[in-house]
């Protein structure tokens, strides 16, 4: 089973938490779509469902608007979340940084595994 939870939607900032619920009682594996929340709201609302940023197993990007990407490097500096991005959105995520950070590189139609989850990735045509 699966639970989405929207932390936020709209031009202040975009976040999904979407959490496996495994039938065996395992850990659920958490992933956050998106990021553009600065880092103290997204730990209070996490908070709100008794969670730590910590918790997050990875962080997905759709893209480097600043409404889903604004505290996505705050996330993976301060708490060590892995990051995955497409390669132009990370380069354009990341352009006016010196010091780079690593992410994880999503290719179109490349399945990505994260705990339980089974990420597809898929290139949309969008205005970024």
Avoid: Y
Wanted: net charge neutral; aromatic share 4%.
């Amino acid at each position: 089973m699966l639970r989405f939870t929207s932390l936020g939607s709209g031009s202040s900032g975009n976040a999904t938490l979407i959490e496996s619920q495994p039938a065996d009682g395992a850990r659920p594996t958490r992933l956050l779509v998106d990021c553009g929340l600065p880092l103290r709201q997204l730990a209070a609302r996490l908070a709100a469902r008794g969670l730590l940023v910590s918790d997050l197993d990875a962080l997905f990007v759709t893209h480097e608007h600043s409404d889903h990407v604004g505290g996505v490097l705050a996330v993976q500096r301060r708490h060590g979340v892995r990051v995955w991005a497409s390669e132009g959105t990370w380069a354009r995520a990341t352009a006016r940084l010196e010091d780079k950070p690593a992410a994880c590189i999503a290719r179109d139609g490349e399945a990505i595994v994260v705990g339980d989850l089974v990420l597809q990735p898929f290139a949309v045509p969008h205005d970024a």
